[in-house]
């Protein structure tokens, strides 16, 4: 009683700054090792130098993870640490069709896209410019699950700066009934030249009957804005 008392004269004092305590909410991995077993199967999409490889193989020791990453020198690191029968490491992208579409390269490489960084957005630093553009080859997810007999997806996740929408369009098979859980990066701030629609990914994910059980990760822009964040998706059972 005397801790809720307390914590509630906190509370308000900082009400009266403008600032909020916002209650302890568990982590996606918590969630994770709470609804899934020890022999996951995880997509990591946009996997740029294998860091969510690392953070997925602590947490499930016996993990298969299928990984994507279109950036040849990112591949090539990712290939050179990860050396596990269990992690297929594909340099392709994925999207909502089969082609070949012009790819950003950035100095700094995790901001890499298939969308220009946005010249006029006023917080820009000397990383955030292009190095040099090439076409990728993309495929579907569902394409990918159908050639390598992928009967379940327990992670989905997806952070390729601004191209999420596209990758959820082309797993339309694979959203209605083989994946469990959904971790997508989003990005309202104008830093790239397309503009995510945040509207469009949750009608999709909810038309395929998720839920949106978690947010992470939130960033700011200097002048407080959000900027971007990560959202988690559970499927509902049957």
Same mark, same amino acid.
């Given at each position: 009683m005397l801790i809720k008392k307390i914590f509630l004269i906190v509370k308000k004092k900082l009400n009266l700054f403008g600032y909020d305590i916002i209650k302890l909410r568990p982590t996606f991995d918590q969630i994770y090792k709470k609804n899934i077993n020890?022999? /996951?199967?995880?997509?990591?999409?946009?996997a740029n130098e294998g860091q969510s490889i690392k953070?997925?193989? !602590?947490?499930?020791?016996? !993990? +298969?993870?299928?990984?994507? @990453? /279109?950036?040849?020198?990112c591949y090539k690191? #990712? #290939?050179?640490?990860?050396?596990?029968?269990?992690?297929?490491?594909?340099?392709? *992208?994925l999207g909502e069709k089969e082609c070949k579409r012009i790819f950003?390269?950035?100095?700094? !490489?995790? +901001? !890499?896209?298939?969308?220009? #960084?946005?010249?006029?957005?006023? @917080?820009?630093?000397?990383?955030?410019?292009?190095? &040099?553009?090439?076409?990728k080859k993309i495929t579907t997810l569902d394409k990918y699950v159908k050639l390598n007999k992928i009967d379940k997806i327990d992670i989905l996740k997806i952070d390729t700066q601004g191209y999420e929408l596209n990758i959820l369009k082309g797993a339309k098979k694979s959203l209605n009934n083989i994946i469990?859980?959904?971790?997508? @990066?989003?990005?309202? *701030?104008d830093y790239?030249?397309?503009?995510?629609?945040?509207? @469009? #990914?949750?009608?999709?994910?909810? &038309?395929?009957?998720?839920?949106l059980c978690n947010i992470a990760n939130l960033a700011y822009h200097k002048n407080n804005?959000? +900027?971007?964040?990560d959202l988690l998706y559970k499927k509902n059972s049957k």
């Open positions: 020890n022999h /996951p199967i995880i997509f990591d999409v946009g953070r997925f193989t !602590s947490l499930f020791s016996r !993990s +298969t993870i299928h990984s994507f @990453e /279109p950036i040849e020198d690191k #990712i #290939i050179k640490i990860f050396n596990n029968k269990n992690i297929f490491i594909n340099n392709i *992208a950003f390269i950035n100095k700094n !490489s995790y +901001t !890499s896209s298939f969308f220009r #960084i946005n010249k006029k957005y006023n @917080e820009l630093f000397d990383f955030d410019r292009v190095k &040099k553009s090439q076409k469990k859980f959904i971790e997508i @990066e989003i990005t309202i *701030a790239y030249n397309n503009k995510i629609n945040i509207y @469009e #990914i949750d009608k999709l994910l909810v &038309k395929n009957n998720y839920t804005y959000l +900027t971007w964040f």
